[in-house]
Structures are given as C-alpha cells and as structure tokens.
C-alpha cells in the first residue's frame, strides 16, 4: 500500500494524474490522500497530508511547489514535482526515463524526482541521442518550433478558451526566454541556447516539437537514415517512445489522451526536420508523472 498525495489535484496537471491513478489496478494498493479543497493553500493542511504519504505529487505553480519542498524538510515523503521549479535543480532526478539507460534506475532510487516540461519532453528526446553521437554538434545553432494544445496554459487558459472562444493560433515566448530553455539546453546537451518558438492552437491537447536541420551543415554530413537509426537504437523496447517512418503531414492532435510520443526525420535528402508528437498532457505532464509514480514505488 502506498499514499499518494497530489498537492493542486483539482488543477489541469492534477487532476489527469489522479484520474489516471484511480485507473490503476487495485492490486498496485495506491490510496489517494485528498485534502478538503477548503485548506488546499492551507500551510499546517498540506504539512499534515505530507506527514502521512509515501509520495507526494506537486501539480502548482513553481513558487508553491517550491513552498511544499520547504514543508516536507524533516519528513520521509517522497517528491515527485510536475512544475517547472526543478527540474535542473541539484538533488533532484529528472523523470525522462527513456533519456539514458541509467535514468529508470535513478527514478526508483530518487527521493527527489521532476517531472519533465511538456517542449522539453520532445525536444530532448530528439536531439539527445544525436548530441551523444557527435551527429549534432553541442554549440550547433538549433532552432526549435512547436505547437501546443491550449490546455497547456492551465485551468484558467482552459476555461478561456472554452467558454470564449480563443484564437485560432498564435505564436508565444517571444522575448525568446521560454521557462524551458534551461532544462532543453540542459538535457539536450546544447552549450549554445536553442532558439525556440512555442505556439498554441485553439485544440485542447496535442503537440508538436519540430527541429529543421541542414544535413551538410552537421560533422560527416550524416544522411537522413543515419540521424533515424541513431533515435532507433535509443528508443529500441521503449513502451511510450517510438521512431516512426516520416509523414508528408501531421496532425498535431493525433495522440490526444494517449501518454506516447512518436519521433520522426522527415527529409528531402538535404535538409531533415525533426519531429515529435506527443500529447502536452500526456507523456507531457500526467503520463510522465504516472511512468515516474510507478518507478518510484517498483511497479
Ligand atoms: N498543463 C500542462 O500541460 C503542464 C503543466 N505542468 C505544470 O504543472 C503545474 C500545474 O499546472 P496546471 O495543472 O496546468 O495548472 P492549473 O492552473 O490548471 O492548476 C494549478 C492548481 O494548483 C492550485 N494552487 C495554486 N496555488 C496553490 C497553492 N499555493 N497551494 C496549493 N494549491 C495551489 C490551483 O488552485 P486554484 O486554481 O484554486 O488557485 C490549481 O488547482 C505547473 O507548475 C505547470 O508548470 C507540467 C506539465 C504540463
Ligand atoms: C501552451 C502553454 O502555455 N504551455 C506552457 C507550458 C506547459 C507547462 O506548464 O509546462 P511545464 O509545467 O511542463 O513546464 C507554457 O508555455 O508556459
């Protein structure tokens, strides 16, 4: 048996992680320990919940999950933290467990976990393996370009663009500072920052992370099929990640309520473009805390 208490559960991040945990098996003996929704930014409230669980999931915003690590000094309860507060932070294990064959282990070992973003998520898992094989050089010059689900922005967004209507598309993180950057550059193994030009669509949830290379420009002016293998062998055996023969077009919704991810090099032979798919609520948020949620208890 293992208490779960998911500190923001009636938030958008929150509430997919619960309705996911109540999914479960009853075998696994997950409990939720739920707060009264009256005390949830109650400080002796959430210091209570955190004395009697196992694991506590943080679903707010990064100052108060930064406030809920302070509470939980001198405790024994786990962390597994879905903000950006972090996630690059000493201490803490980053939850991309399909990032290096080491990170699963480290997951179930950690006390401290961080739930990856949802760009990042992508990102990451496009040009790590590339870096690491010296195809994509770490000071190259990368730009980065993707579109998001509007849930992405929260329940406010949300309710915003549901009961007014939102637009149909605009591009966003425009001072070029997105709170991502860090950890892409971080995990990617860049030393130059990327470029990176986040969008959102009026559609709930789906995402696309797109990273347009110019193969001669890379060491050995690799092929296309050499970049594809490179993600193949990465991601060989991997549940919720998987390389994929590439499209003439894709859908940014595809994957809506699924927790997968599916890479792809599309190319004309000259140029490449990266790709991957992915549900910003899903392997971007909530799939990826209940991957980690169950590493981190061996199930
Ligand atoms: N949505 C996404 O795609 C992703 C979001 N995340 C991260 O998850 C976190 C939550 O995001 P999201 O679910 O979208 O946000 P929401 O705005 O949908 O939910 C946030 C929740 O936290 C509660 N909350 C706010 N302040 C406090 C506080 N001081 N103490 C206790 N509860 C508080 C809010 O309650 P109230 O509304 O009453 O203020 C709300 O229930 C963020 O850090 C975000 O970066 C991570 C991955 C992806
Ligand atoms: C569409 C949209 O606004 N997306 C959010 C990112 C989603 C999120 O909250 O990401 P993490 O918590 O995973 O960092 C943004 O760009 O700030």
């Known amino acids: 048996m293992a208490r779960i208490f998911i500190d923001g559960e009636a938030g958008t991040t929150g509430l997919g992680i619960r309705q996911r945990i109540e999914a479960l098996p009853a075998s696994y003996g997950l409990e939720i320990l739920s707060i009264d929704p009256a005390l949830r930014k109650d400080t002796a409230a959430r210091r209570s919940m955190l004395e009697q669980a196992d694991v506590a999931i943080l679903c707010l915003p990064d100052d108060a999950a930064r406030e809920t690590v302070a509470l939980a000094e001198g405790l024994d309860v786990r962390i597994l933290d879905a903000s950006t507060a972090h996630r690059i932070a000493d201490g803490w294990v980053y939850g991309f467990p399909e990032m290096a064959a080491e ?30 094989a010296g195809l994509l050089p770490a000071d190259h010059p990368v730009s980065i370009n993707a579109v998001s689900g509007y849930s992405g922005a ?45 969008s959102v669509g009026h559609f709930p949830q789906g995402m696309i992370v ?50 997968d991810m599916e890479l792809r090099v599309h190319h004309n032979g000259e140029q490449v473009v990266l790709t991957a798919r992915l549900d910003n609520l899903g392997k971007g948020a909530s799939g990826a805390a209940i991957q980690n949620l169950l590493l981190m208890l061996g199930l």
């Open 210 to 259: 797109s990273i347009p290379l110019h193969l001669k420009d890379l060491p050995g002016q690799p092929s296309a099929a050499e970049l594809e293998a490179v993600l193949q062998d990465a991601y060989a055996g991997c549940e919720h990640v998987r390389v994929l023969p590439a499209e003439t077009q894709l859908v940014a919704d595809t994957l809506a309520n699924t927790d």
């Open 103 to 132: 990170q699963a282990a480290a997951i179930k070992a950690a006390r401290f976990v961080a739930n990856p973003g949802c760009y990042p998520t992508g990102a990451i898992a496009l040009m790590r393996p590339l870096v690491r």
């Open 154 to 198: 929260g329940r406010v967004a949300i309710e915003e663009h549901e009961k007014n209507g939102g637009p149909a598309f605009f591009l966003y993180g425009l001072n070029l500072k997105h709170k991502h950057l860090p950890e892409i550059r971080h995990y990617s193994g860049l030393t130059r920052q990327p470029l990176f030009v986040p």
